[in-house]
C-alpha cells in the first residue's frame, strides 16, 4: 500500500501544482506549503508539527476519554503511510540572497489513503490533523489546506471522499466542516441520553464525497 499511496499523491499533487501556495484575502499574508511523507520529514519538522498538535489539541484530548498520550501520537504521525503538507509563510530574499527565506513551520495538515470500513471498504482521503499557529488562525489557511487535501482525493483513480475525526467540543473546527459540506458518517458515534438529559458524543466522524456520484456512509 506504501507504494500506492506515493504514487497516488506525487501524481495527484505535483511539486508546481499551485495550490501549494496561498495568498490571504483576510490580510497581508502569503505562504508556501509543502508536501511530504512521514518518511522524508526531519526531526525538527516532526517536533514542530507535534508541538502544534500539543498546544492546539492537548486539552481536548485531556477532556475526553481517549485521553492525551504524547508516545502514541508519535507513533501515528511517524506512520510511514502518512503524508505531510507543512505551511510556511514566505519571505522575500534579501539583497544577499535569490531565493526566499524558509521559514518556520507554521501549520500543518497530515493525511493518509485508507479503506471506509463502511459500506463496502471503499478508498477515501482521511485527514488526521489540521493544526495553524495563533497568528495564522482566521486566515484562510486552514480552509486552503483541506480544500488541498481534497483535490487530492478528487484528482486520486478509485477514492471517493475525504474523511476526518473531530471533538465534538470544538465547535469552531466543526462548523467550519459544516460549512464546507461535511455530513456526518454512519459509524460516528451517537448521543446518548443519562437522565433525561442528551449527552453529546466527544467525537465525531464526518465524511464528504468528491463529486463523482459515489454513495458515502452518511
Known amino acids: ?27 497581508p499574508l502569503s505562504v508556501s506549503i509543502t508536501k511530504k511523507p512521514a ?14 498538535v500539543k498546544t492546539t489539541s492537548s486539552a481536548d484530548y485531556k477532556a475526553s476519554r481517549v485521553g492525551w498520550h504524547p508516545r502514541e501520537k508519535l ?61 495564522m488562525r482566521g486566515s484562510g489557511v486552514g480552509t486552503h489546506l483541506i480544500g488541498v487535501a481534497e483535490a487530492v482525493a478528487e484528482r486520486s483513480e478509485g477514492v471517493v471522499g475525504t474523511m476526518l475525526t473531530v471533538f465534538t467540543r470544538n465547535k469552531g473546527a466543526g462548523g467550519l466542516y459544516e ?19 442528551r449527552v453529546e458524543a466527544e467525537l465525531r466522524i464526518l465524511v464528504k464525497g468528491v463529486g463523482r456520484g459515489v454513495e458515502m456512509g452518511v
Not at 499523491?9 to 508546481?16: I, S
Not at 501544482?17 to 496561498?22: A, H, K, N, Q
Not at 521559514?103 to 477515501?124: C, K, N, Q, W
Not at 460549512?179 to 446518548?192: E, K, N
Open 179 to 197: 460549512r464546507l459540506g461535511y455530513g456526518r458518517h454512519a459509524t460516528s458515534p451517537g448521543d446518548r441520553v443519562m437522565r433525561r438529559k
Open 39 to 52: 518518511s522524508e520529514m526531519s526531526t525538527e519538522e516532526l517536533n514542530a508539527c507535534f508541538n502544534l
Open 75 to 135: 507513533l501515528e504521525m511517524r506512520d510511514p503511510r502518512m503524508w505531510y503538507l507543512l505551511v510556511r509563510s514566505t519571505s522575500p530574499p534579501s539583497s544577499n540572497q535569490s531565493h526566499p527565506t524558509l521559514e518556520p513551520i507554521r501549520g500543518f495538515l497530515s493525511f493518509m489513503y485508507t479503506h471506509d470500513d463502511y459500506p463496502d471498504g471503499a478508498l477515501v482521503v482521511y485527514i488526521y490533523e489540521v493544526h495553524l499557529d495563533a497568528d
Open 1 to 27: 500500500m506504501l507504494a500506492i499511496d506515493s504514487n497516488l499523491v506525487r501524481t495527484a499533487l505535483p511539486d508546481t501544482d499551485p495550490l501549494l501556495s496561498f495568498h490571504s484575502a483576510q490580510r
